[in-house]
């Protein structure tokens, strides 16, 4: 059963479309689960005494998981991007065809023409910025829990620091009185 290119064109369309909702779904999942991981670094870092270097390892252990998934994430929307990018790429051959030229479907090659040929490498996702934010803010994090740690834990630091900010760094959350 022969099938003519406008069929083919909107089987392509189709399945594509179901990929789209795939990645939609994969990206909802990896920001709940890196909001999650994040929600607990903030967590330890907010509820620190920065007197327990204890604590500063969480951070950096939670920072290594964090980047670890994110760059899991980053991976698998790469992989589906790529396949992606194939399957436009075949649509914008099949409008090629003069059978669809002729009824003027050719909607992925102007869009492609207009929006994303003229900034080829330029163009960052809403994703990829979201993943760039994510993988700042683990890195951030336990960096800063650490050098608030040092500052309270090592005395000669303290030399290093203008007077007048010294008396400024101090826990977020006043630690609990001692009995």
Known sequence: MAH??????????????????GRRQLDSLYVTLLTFILT?????????????????FAT?????????????????????????????????KLEAEQEMIDIGATFYTQEYEKNYKPMQ?????VTNRLQRTFMAVFIVIPLLLLSLTAVETIPLIHSLIPT??????QPLVA?????
């Open 60 to 92: 950096i252990g939670i920072c290594f998981v964090g980047s670890a998934v994110t760059a899991r994430w980053r991976e698998g929307i790469r992989n589906i991007e790529n396949l992606q990018n194939f399957r436009y790429a075949f649509l914008r």
């Open 4 to 21: 003519d290119v406008f069929d083919v064109y909107a089987t392509i369309i189709k399945d594509t479309n179901e990929m789209n909702a």
């Open 164 to 169: 007048t900010i010294l008396p400024l760094i």
């Open 175 to 179: 630690p609990p009185p001692k009995p």
């Open 121 to 125: 490498k330029r163009f960052l996702t």
């Open 40 to 56: 607990g670094d903030a967590y330890v870092t907010f509820y620190s005494a920065f007197n327990n270097w204890l604590l500063v």
